[in-house]
Each structure stands twice: as C-alpha cells, then as structure tokens.
C-alpha cells in the first residue's frame, strides 16, 4: 500500500493533513509545515511539506547515504541534516538547496550521529561515531571547535546532543555518561556517568 504520514487536530480528534508518500520515522512541525525523514531507505528523503496543502514543497537531496538527524533553525528558514556520509549539510527551508556542507574530519567509516541548532542559528553542533563532537558557524560553513573528553573514546559513538534553552549549554550523551559543556567556549562542565 501507499505510505502516509497523517496530522491530526488533538482536541478534535480529526485529519488537519493527509501526505501522501509521507512515511516518516521522524517528524518535526514548523510554522505551518512539517520536515520528515526516514531512517531506513524505504522512507525517503527529508521533505518539508506544506501541512493547508498537504503537498511536498522540496526534498534535501545532497546526502548519497542515509541521513541520521535532522534539526530545524529557530528562525523556520534553514534546516541542517547529518548523514552517514561524513557530513552535516545546511539547506534552505524555502528551497532545499544547499547552503553550507560541514566535511568532519573523521575516518571515513565514522558517520555524524546528531545535529543540534545553538546561538540562535549562528553555530550548529554535530557528533560523529567515533565520539568526536564538533561547533561550526553557520555563517561560513567552517569548524569552530572540537569539544573533547577522556570519557569518550574512538569506540564510543556520541548519539544524542541536546541544547538547553539559553544556547549556552550543551548535553552529549553515548552508551556509559552524559557530558555537560559550555557551549560558548567549549569547556566541560560536569560529567555524569
């Protein structure tokens, strides 16, 4: 059959949206459209959708391999996806075009796991599998830092980034501990294991 992706109105308990060729594992609204992407091949591209329309208004279509993560912008108008492909890209909301591509310095089987959005989307954060975490600008598309730890190793893949609503903070986390960091100057905090 046909994947979908249905929204529904909460308090009515009725259809707001029906996107056809939808199917998604994760979803993020926006305003008054919706990003979707799949973790596995048979769940497509992220697309951004029009939710009045229910119609597709693009698709990313830079990444050649899976994409793991996906954050929208605070200002709806970029979005940044990570990929198993080494990179993080910086697309367009309006366009899906590509605006910045992030290559991480990384051995070539280590994919970026998470994305995170900081500064009011002047800086974004990425963590690959190899335990490395990374600050870039948005701005010029180049790296502004490594965040290191002891605690993370090569064999420890960093799977979540989480930002704190001031931006000023940062939460790692892999399989054993979660780290906190100044994100601003990049400094450990405090770790919990």
């Known amino acids: 059959g046909q994947r979908t992706c249905m929204v529904w109105d909460a308090e009515e308990g009725s259809v707001i949206s029906v996107l056809r060729q939808g199917a998604a594992s994760e979803v993020f609204p926006f305003g008054d459209r919706l990003l979707t992407w799949g973790t596995s091949f048979d769940m497509g591209l992220p697309t951004i959708w029009d939710l009045a329309s229910s119609k597709r208004v693009c698709q990313f279509k830079g990444h050649p391999v899976l994409v793991n993560a996906a954050a929208i912008f605070p200002a709806g108008d970029q979005v940044i996806t990570c990929s198993f492909d080494r990179t993080a890209s910086i697309w367009s909301a309006a366009t899906c075009l590509l605006l910045h591509e992030l290559l991480h310095p990384v051995p070539e089987y280590h994919h ?9 989307g002047e800086v974004v954060g990425t963590t690959t599998m190899c335990g490395r975490m990374f600050l870039w600008s948005t701005i010029s598309g180049k790296l502004l830092r490594e965040l290191r730890s002891s605690s993370f190793s090569e064999n420890d893949p960093v799977f979540k980034l989480q930002a704190f609503p001031s931006d000023k903070r940062l939460l790692t986390v892999n399989t054993g501990s979660a780290i906190l960091w100044d994100a601003t100057h990049g400094l450990l905090l405090s770790e919990f294991f």
Do not use: I, P, S
């Not at 970026?112 to 959005?117: F, S």
């Open 112 to 120: 970026v796991t998470a994305v995170v959005v900081l500064e009011q």
